[in-house]
């Protein structure tokens, strides 16, 4: 699934060759392309005619791009790629990809936007006067890149908590934006298990893991994010090789980059999550040590 650093990628893109264009047509492919517009599919379609994208916005894992036009400024155009999206800019004579789900065309005759989407868990729908922030997101955290993004209170809530660290990485009700891939990595470079407590935690060390949980997303964003196969592209279809940096996500076997031991995988909330046996000891108790 694409995380913070590809949605990112793909919300570039979309500023430097979308915003300013003024749609033509909309054409919906696969109703379930738009189910979260619960209004149905012809209605996502009226809803965007003669409108123009003026921008393209973040909140952890969702795009949304505030529309002018006839209908007045406040609404957005809401994305979320689930799994599998893409948004694309296409040439107009470009063949149809073969899981095509909405096609944006404009009236300048230029590249059309098209979304594809392979397992159709991904979305878009226009959001009623959500040019700001759309209501359907409102309820998701900022994420540690955001420059409002509140960093005390975050390491008073996990200090707290009596959950493993890796799960409140991934609870985007409190940090978003944050998947599997980089919370491995984020905790590979502060030395932590993802199963240390919250609670057992210092500040210095939540402090200290946040910081590389910075740096981790900024330099995946730097190399156009993680692609591990061809599902994950930027607009104009390029992937991430931000997968060649990897210290741990992936590795299983392999030596760590930093002490030789090798990397092992372990089960986690139907996923795996990577380590280092050797930088990152399981915690010696239920309530971890203090680091």
């Known amino acids: 699934m694409p995380e913070l650093p590809e949605v990112e990628t793909v919300r570039r893109g979309l500023a430097r060759l979308v915003v300013g264009r ?4 909309v054409e919906v492919r696969h109703p379930r392309a738009v189910r979260r517009h619960l209004a149905g599919a012809t209605d996502f379609v009226s809803a965007l005619a003669g409108r123009t994208p003026t921008g393209v916005h973040r909140r952890g894992k969702y795009l949304w791009l505030p529309l002018d036009g006839p209908h007045g400024a406040a609404d957005a155009l809401l994305c979320h ?11 107009p004579a470009a063949a149809d990809e073969p899981h095509l789900r ?15 989407d392979q397992r159709t868990f991904g979305g878009l729908a226009v ?16 994420d540690p890149l955001d420059e409002q993004f509140d960093e005390a209170g975050v390491i008073a809530v996990v200090r707290r908590r009596r959950m493993g660290i890796k799960t409140a990485l991934l609870d985007q009700s ?7 891939i980089y919370a491995d990595e984020a905790l590979w470079r502060a030395r932590l298990h993802g199963q240390r407590r919250g609670d057992a935690l210092t500040r210095a060390a939540v402090v200290r893991l946040l910081g590389h949980v910075r740096e ?13 196969d061809a599902l994950y592209v ?23 980059r930093r002490c030789g031991a090798a990397i092992r995988r372990e089960p986690f909330a139907n996923r795996s999550s990577y380590s280092c046996p050797r930088c990152q000891p399981r915690p010696r108790s239920t309530r971890g040590d203090q680091r």
């Open 127 to 142: 959001s009623p006067g959500g040019a700001v922030l759309p209501a359907e997101i409102a309820h998701i955290a900022r």
């Open 102 to 116: 909405v096609r944006f065309t404009f009236t300048d005759g230029g590249p059309q936007l098209r979304f594809v």
């Open 81 to 91: 790629l689930g799994m599998s999206g893409q948004l694309l800019l296409r040439p």
């Open 216 to 228: 981790v997303l900024t330099e995946a964003i730097d190399a156009g994010g993680t692609s591990f």
């Open 22 to 25: 003024h749609l033509a047509t």
């Open 174 to 180: 409190l940090i978003s934006g944050v998947g599997n």
């Open 234 to 256: 930027n607009v104009n279809g390029d992937s991430g090789w931000f997968d060649r940096e990897l210290s741990v996500y992936g590795r299983e076997g392999q030596p760590c």
